[in-house]
């Protein structure tokens, strides 16, 4: 897990460090070790933006993920950029959140020259497939749907826990 201690987006100011340190520690009593339990880092002053693409994150997936290109010894040497610098040298522009130096403009990242990529070509589906099929992926029907499980379990003394079939 990788977030800013100012992200209220994820609430991190009402869920401090602290609060995920005793939830890891509560993990790692249940599962009877730290095998496949999550790690935290926390980017000091920074709010809701992309951390995965900084060296600290790369060495994590790294370590974890076994990258065929990025052996670990080699992130630490590898270029950075800050993300606003990037957006204004590929003519990429952001929304008024994004231009926050707490939010995506003032993170440093890993800086191997990422072009500026359409939205057509970010997307997985075509644009009418994604219109047609738009529900399934957004965030609203998933806390709809998960709210309604939990209600549902109230009753039925089920765990409120809901499994995602493929």
Not at 48 to 74: C, E, M, Y
Request: charge should be neutral; aromatic fraction near 10%.
């Amino acid at each position: 897990m990788f977030n800013g201690t100012n992200d209220t987006v994820i609430a991190i100011p009402t869920h401090p460090p602290d609060f995920f340190d005793d939830l890891r520690k509560r993990v790692i009593a249940v599962n009877g070790s730290n095998k496949n339990v999550f790690t935290t880092y926390f980017d000091q002053g920074a709010s809701h933006r992309p951390g995965w693409v900084t060296k600290i994150a790369a060495q994590w997936l790294a370590d974890n993920l076994h990258f065929a290109n990025w052996k670990s010894g080699q992130i630490a040497g590898l270029p950075t950029i800050r993300i606003g610098d990037w957006a204004k040298k590929n003519d990429v522009e952001f929304n008024k959140s994004a231009q926050r130096e707490d939010r995506d403009a003032g993170l440093v990242a890993i800086d191997v020259n990422v072009p500026k990529l359409t939205p057509e070509q970010l997307s997985v589906l075509p644009r009418a497939e994604w219109e047609k099929q738009r529900e399934e992926f957004v965030y609203s029907t998933w806390a709809r749907d998960a709210i309604a499980d939990v209600e549902k379990s109230k009753g039925s003394g089920a765990s409120g826990i809901r499994t995602i079939q493929p």
